[in-house]
């Protein structure tokens, strides 16, 4: 039966993965290649499915007398289920190939899933989303000398009426970057970054997303061009998600630019997510804490005491949610520090001594704030403390501990490590205390009633009418 066939020639790929290269050339290709031949449409397709997995199976010069030829055959079936499941394989089947088995006529049917010219050119409209989809793989196997090769699809993906086809682009531009290096970046992909932050926002999300590693590959000089966009996604308001993605990317971003862009942009920047009014904006800012202190310490700036004593005023900030972001910083930085000294980084001295002096202060003082949350987390800051080395003789850490062990509130205690039953509630903890209860009320006189309009109503003494 045809299924029979159909079946084998789908999985024939992962049997030649775990056999013998010898027995997977002698005995299950011969089998693979006479039912790519097959006059079922379906096996063929099947085989075609699988060409990426068999060829993975294979030695170089296999593939280059097998595999290639197999592949202009499945191409150009007369079945256009066959084609359009060669076309789809293409990407992967080239992604097992290494730079010289890549042969020109290879990238020109791969170019023509995006251009429309060519085999691929009418298949279907799924064509440029596979296409896309592969993209970095493709580059990276032919590497950036055969960027000329692929350029023009490129671009002609770039102007795909399919958003889809863009935000798979979007995505992975940043890859490509990577692949090509500063020169070939900046020439043909910043015309593309400039352009997808000009689209909708499912296919901005994708450059945004990764925009720092983005521009770490470009030269110093282009980047500049590129500190307005910052600053427009940190105003950001109809979408939270994007200040969100600028958050968590603002620790490399430190690092990309100069003094200059920090104080005059950057620092503004990362202060105003602090108290953004969206909780994820406000912690996703807090975790770049330690990077950029780390930044602005090899930098040696001489407005660190002013970066300091405003991230101390969100300890002493009147509205909750910024003294409680100041507590998760303190965690955060406590985590990498602990990190550190765990691997014997010889940072982990300097970074206990920037904690000590510039965070530990406020950071105790949180251990007397009214709003249990806070205190919460100021006692997981304390756990933390208490397995770094530079802290375990601390006196006013040991006493900061010793208060909130005495804490009124479960969620406290069980941030510091007591055992407590579940659900027992802060109320029952204190005492089993009961709220006093309400007088029982006064039983209702049903004994006189009249009609109203029809309504059988109940006269109370000392009561108004009401329906019953």
């Given at each position: 039966?045809?299924?029979v066939?159909?079946?084998?020639?789908?999985?024939?790929?992962?049997?030649?993965?775990?056999?013998?290269?010898?027995?997977?050339?002698?005995?299950?290709?011969?089998?693979?290649?006479?039912?790519?031949?097959?006059?079922?449409?379906?096996?063929?397709?099947?085989?075609?499915?699988?060409?990426?997995?068999?060829?993975?199976?294979?030695?170089?010069d296999?593939?280059?007398?097998?595999?290639?030829?197999?592949?202009?055959?499945?191409?150009?079936?007369?079945?256009?289920?066959?084609?359009?499941?060669?076309?789809?394989?293409?990407?992967?089947?080239?992604?097992?190939?290494?730079?010289?088995?890549?042969?020109?006529?290879?990238?020109?049917?791969?170019?023509?899933m995006?251009?429309?010219?060519?085999?691929?050119?009418?298949?279907?409209?799924?064509?440029?989303?596979?296409?896309?989809?592969?993209?970095?793989?493709?580059?990276?196997?032919?590497?950036?000398?055969?960027?000329?090769?692929?350029?023009?699809?490129?671009?002609?993906?770039?102007?795909?009426?399919?958003?889809?086809?863009?935000?798979?682009?979007?995505?992975?531009?940043?890859?490509?970057?990577?692949?090509?290096?500063?020169?070939?970046?900046?020439?043909?992909?910043?015309?593309?970054?400039?352009?997808?932050?000009?689209?909708?926002?499912?296919?901005?999300?994708?450059?945004?997303?990764?925009l720092?590693?983005?521009?770490?590959?470009?030269?110093?000089?282009?980047?500049?061009?590129?500190?307005?966009?910052?600053?427009?996604?940190?105003?950001?308001?109809?979408?939270?998600?994007?200040?969100?993605?600028?958050?968590?990317?603002?620790?490399?971003?430190?690092?990309?630019y100069d003094?200059?862009?920090?104080?005059?942009?950057?620092?503004?920047?990362?202060?105003?997510?602090?108290?953004?009014?969206?909780?994820?904006?406000?912690?996703?800012?807090?975790?770049?804490?330690?990077?950029?202190?780390?930044?602005?310490?090899?930098?040696?700036?001489?407005?660190?005491?002013?970066?300091?004593?405003?991230?101390?005023?969100?300890?002493?900030?009147?509205?909750?949610?910024?003294?409680?972001?100041?507590?998760?910083?303190?965690?955060?930085?406590?985590?990498?520090?602990?990190?550190?000294?765990?691997?014997?980084?010889?940072?982990?001295?300097?970074?206990?001594?920037?904690?000590?002096?510039?965070?530990l202060?406020?950071?105790?003082?949180?251990?007397?704030?009214?709003?249990?949350?806070?205190?919460?987390?100021?006692?997981?800051?304390?756990?933390?403390?208490?397995?770094?080395?530079?802290?375990?003789?601390?006196?006013?850490?040991?006493?900061a501990?010793?208060?909130?062990t005495?804490?009124?509130?479960?969620?406290?205690?069980?941030?510091?490590?007591?055992?407590l039953?579940?659900?027992?509630?802060?109320?029952?903890?204190?005492?089993?205390?009961?709220?006093?209860?309400?007088?029982?009320?006064?039983?209702?006189?049903?004994?006189?009633?009249?009609?109203?309009?029809?309504?059988?109503?109940?006269i109370?003494?000392?009561?108004?009418?009401?329906?019953?």
């Open positions: 039966m045809f299924r066939r159909k079946a084998t020639a789908l999985h024939i790929g992962k049997i030649c993965r775990w056999v013998p290269r010898d027995f997977a050339v002698d005995k299950i290709l011969p089998v693979y290649l006479t039912l790519a031949e097959d006059e079922i449409w379906g096996v063929r397709k099947a085989c075609a499915e699988s060409i990426a997995a068999v060829a993975a199976a294979l030695a170089a296999v593939r280059k007398t097998t595999i290639l030829p197999l592949f202009d055959k499945l191409a150009t079936d007369v079945s256009r289920w066959v084609r359009n499941a060669a076309f789809q394989h293409l990407g992967p089947l080239i992604a097992t190939l290494s730079a010289a088995e890549v042969t020109p006529k290879l990238l020109q049917y791969y170019a023509s995006a251009t429309g010219k060519g085999q691929a050119g009418n298949n279907d409209n799924e064509m440029p989303t596979f296409c896309a989809y592969n993209f970095p793989a493709v580059v990276l196997t032919v590497g950036r000398d055969n960027w000329v090769h692929l350029e023009e699809a490129y671009t002609e993906l770039l102007k795909d009426i399919q958003w889809k086809v863009r935000r798979t682009l979007s995505y992975s531009l940043h890859e490509i970057a990577l692949i090509l290096g500063p020169k070939l970046t900046q020439d043909s992909l910043l015309p593309a970054l400039d352009t997808f932050l000009k689209d909708l926002d499912e296919v901005k999300v994708g450059v945004v997303q990764n720092a590693k983005l521009l770490g590959v470009i030269e110093p000089a282009a980047r500049q061009q590129y500190v307005p966009l910052l600053l427009n996604l940190e105003m950001e308001c109809d979408n939270w998600r994007f200040r969100h993605l600028l958050a968590i990317q603002l620790g490399e971003l430190f690092h990309l003094e200059e862009v920090i104080q005059t942009e950057l620092y503004p920047i990362f202060m105003k997510l602090c108290r953004d009014p969206v909780a994820e904006v406000r912690n996703g800012s807090g975790l770049q804490l330690h990077a950029i202190l780390k930044r602005i310490d090899e930098l040696k700036v001489s407005w660190r005491p002013e970066f300091v004593e405003e991230l101390q005023d969100l300890a002493t900030d009147r509205l909750f949610q910024h003294r409680l972001i100041y507590a998760q910083m303190c965690i955060t930085v406590l985590q990498t520090i602990k990190e550190s000294e765990d691997k014997k980084a010889p940072e982990a001295a300097m970074d206990i001594e920037m904690f000590k002096r510039d965070l202060p406020h950071l105790l003082s949180l251990v007397e704030d009214r709003v249990a949350n806070i205190r919460q987390r100021a006692g997981i800051s304390l756990q933390l403390l208490k397995e770094i080395k530079g802290f375990k003789n601390d006196a006013k850490v040991a006493a501990l010793a208060a909130l005495k804490d009124k509130d479960v969620e406290v205690l069980r941030s510091m490590g007591q055992k039953q579940v659900g027992l509630t802060s109320c029952k903890h204190l005492g089993g205390l009961n709220p006093t209860p309400k007088p029982n009320p006064e039983p209702l006189n049903l004994s006189l009633f009249a009609l109203d309009n029809g309504l059988l109503m109940s109370t003494p000392g009561m108004r009418r009401r329906t019953v």
